[in-house]
Nanobody, 115 residues
Framework: QVQLEESGGGLVQPGGSLRLSCAASGSTSRFDVMGWYRQAPGQQRDWVAVITPGGNVNYAAPVKGRFTISRDNAKNTVYLQMNSLKPEDTAVYYC?????????WGQGTQVTVSS
């Protein structure tokens, strides 16, 4: 059974950086698109960034230029480097991975940007 486990969330001051990791287990096959989503309190879950197996990336407008998504296909792991963090980036961040038209989600990791 496929499982995704996020790590790297926490509390950071505005302007700071965090790096999120998401390791996928339970499959020996490579995943298709992998990505990050976030959900702030009282808000819907929004996509943040996605990456294809070949490394093509796409970012949501609010994070473009500040966040960088990357992946290690050999480890079935996806990363999100977040720089110049703002209070409005505060949310639970979820990892998503697609394989054989199945979509899998992690349990989420809290990111709080506050002074």
């Amino acid at each position: 059974q496929v499982q995704l486990e996020e790590s790297g969330g926490g509390l950071v001051q505005p302007g700071g950086s965090l790096r999120l990791s998401c390791a996928a287990s339970g499959s020996t096959s490579r995943f298709d698109v992998m990505g990050w989503y976030r959900q702030a309190p009282g808000q819907q879950r929004d996509w943040v960034a996605v990456i294809t197996p070949g490394g093509n990336v796409n970012y949501a407008a609010p994070v473009k230029g500040r966040f960088t998504i990357s992946r290690d296909n050999a480890k079935n792991t996806v990363y999100l480097q977040m720089n110049s963090l703002k209070p409005e980036d505060t949310a639970v961040y979820y990892c998503n991975a697609v394989q054989s038209q199945n979509s899998y989600w992690g349990q989420g990791t809290q990111v709080t940007v506050s002074s």
